[in-house]
């Protein structure tokens, strides 16, 4: 390690962060909270994604198996995950 120079970081609370002197209020739990049917169908989309993938290697959907079934199945598994995201 020679002509290397060892820094040392900023360590506690509020370390890297101007000190601006103002008070920022925490949200309200009224606005942060999700309507009550955020979850079931969250579940619903993930459940559903598994489900049609899962069938798709049955071969029990028409046409077979089929890559677009298994391009569905992602694609609501993803909108699920993103759904998952912004639940409170």
Not at 6 to 25: H, I, N, V, W
Not at 51 to 61: E, K, R
């Amino acid at each position: 390690m020679a002509g290397k120079t060892r820094t040392s970081r900023a360590k506690g609370k509020g370390a890297g962060r101007p000190a601006t002197g103002r008070y920022t209020p925490p949200i309200p739990s009224s606005v942060r909270s999700s309507p009550r049917w955020m979850g079931p169908a969250l579940l619903a989309v993930l459940i559903l994604g598994a489900l049609l993938i899962i069938v798709n290697y049955l071969g029990v959907l028409p046409g077979g198996a089929s890559d677009w079934y298994l391009v569905g199945g992602i694609v609501l598994i993803a909108a699920g995950f993103a759904a998952a995201t912004q639940y409170h």
